[in-house]
């Protein structure tokens, strides 16, 4: 018996930009930063990563507030400037939570950060994502501000670098040859689960050959001219001598392929196991 042993793997997965124009888009402020030594927030800046369709990202830390007594009274509220150029106002997503609400707050309008009997407060910050935002903000970076008019201000962080990604199930396929030799094809199909920000996608599929893995010496290899692959079941299969190449314009931003495997044997080779990749690449076009 001959045990042809096939490995897929998800090799690399890279950046999709997408063309989208620039708008400018302001925040209302509704009060001038105050005198900073009478509120101080801490640590200065807050980070926000976005790399995928999460529906939210939190902060890369918590805010610390706190009064000086003698120099300030009253609640001190915070709302977020958007300083950037999105092409939508970004201070919608920034959620504060509080402990003087039951649920995240949006800061496009004033939020309580500090209460007039409190000395000090934490604050959570959250990102909050929906189709809106992952549609129309490019990628990019995005400076925006969280101000009070008692007190210091802090910078906010936007990083938006959008990937495309795919999951790839299983991780290794097994082919029998089991008749000397002539044409075998795998024993399930590889799926290959694909989101993208747009169906401006390809995904390139090349192969390893498949290397003897016995003790004899000089046994020939499996080229990957021998090596085939279709997204239908018995029919339509393409070598892998050269690059084979999947547009997402056929399957949409979200796809969910079958790729299926055949192997062509020959009399040179020899009865054992085989192995080899084959690799799969998805790229913005």
Known sequence: MMRLKKMIEKKIIIFLLGNILFFSCSGLLFAQPGNSEKINIHPGTVHFRVEEPLPEVPANHLLHVHRNKKEVTGNVYYTVIDNSQSPVNLARYIMAMTPYYSDYQALDSPVLFLAKEDDQATIELKLKIDSTFWQMVPDGKYDLELVSDKGKSANIKIWVNKVSYMLVTPDKIDIFADNGPGTYYG?????????????????????????????????????????????????????????YRISGEKYGNIANLYLYVRVDVGDKHYAGDYSGQIILTISGQ
């Open 187 to 243: 024993q399930e199909a590889a799926t290959v689960y694909i989101k993208s920000v747009n169906n401006k996608w390809h995904l390139d599929i090349k192969a390893t050959p498949l290397y003897y893995q016995g003790d004899l010496d000089g046994a020939p290899l499996i080229e990957p001219k021998d090596i085939y692959i279709s997204t239908e079941r018995l029919k339509n299969f393409r070598s892998l001598a050269d690059i």
